[in-house]
């Protein structure tokens, strides 16, 4: 079956501009998470979403990211007013479980984001 | 705390030629270690998870173990497709720490 689609793959902008990052996750998976990952450096968290309950939004690093989760499908990450320092790899992740049952996570190719 | 960290930063092997990547952890409670590949412009793919000292979990070419502070990914007579990232992740609380992977490169 499909896996995660994220989309676009690549994406260049100029600092100050918004952008929108698009992830479609696994058909039935209840669980969606974001992380950023930048050369050198872990996976580091963004936002998780499981089923109807309200996001995990603790690992947003400001207040010009935001996502959101529609129908619990289809989720979009939202940044504002980019700054040459949000440019990194975004990767989406799907689950069918919760974090507390161990369920691998399904990940999505990831938008490669460059801010210039 | 919660930290890991995973040596070598890059590992260059000959074909054939066993070795083992190492990731250290400091969590207050294990409640899972993972192992995922990443190769290059793809998301990462699960390998493995452990939860115990002592535990293994082997596929293919590969064997994860697992103490109270560290888990060993042993690769065994490699193959150029091997040849990707290995990232390592726990879980103490409900969130994953994951360290910055280990680049595997072999060489045929």
């Known amino acids: 079956g499909a896996g995660v689609s994220q989309s676009p793959s690549n994406k260049v902008t100029e600092k100050g501009k918004d952008v929108e990052l698009r992830c479609d996750p696994i058909?039935?998976?209840?669980?969606l998470y974001w992380y950023r990952q930048s050369l050198g450096q872990g996976l580091e968290f963004l936002i998780y979403f499981q089923g109807n309950s309200a996001p995990d939004k603790s690992g947003l690093p400001s207040d010009r990211f935001s996502a959101e989760r529609t129908g619990g499908s289809v989720s979009t990450l939202t940044i504002q007013r980019t700054q040459q320092e949000d440019s990194a790899v975004y990767l989406c992740?799907?689950?069918?479980?919760?974090?507390?049952?161990?369920?691998?996570?399904?990940f999505g190719n990831g938008t490669r984001l460059t801010v210039t | 705390e919660d930290q890991v960290t995973q040596s070598p930063e890059a590992l260059r092997l000959q074909e054939g030629e066993s070795s083992s990547l190492n990731c250290s952890y400091t969590v207050s409670g294990l409640r899972g270690l993972f192992w995922y590949r990443q190769d290059p412009g793809k998301g990462p793919e699960f390998l493995f998870t452990?939860?115990?000292?002592?535990e293994e979990k082997e596929k293919e070419r590969l064997k994860a173990t697992l103490t109270k502070k560290e888990s060993f990914l042993h690769i065994t007579a490699p193959k150029p497709e091997d040849s990707a990232t290995y990232l390592c992740a726990v879980r103490s609380n409900y969130q994953l720490i994951w360290g910055a992977g280990t680049k595997l490169i072999i060489k045929p």
């Open positions: 452990l939860y115990s000292a002592g």
């Open positions: 058909s039935g998976h209840t669980a």
């Open positions: 992740a799907s689950s069918s479980g919760s974090p507390g049952d161990n369920s691998p996570l399904h």
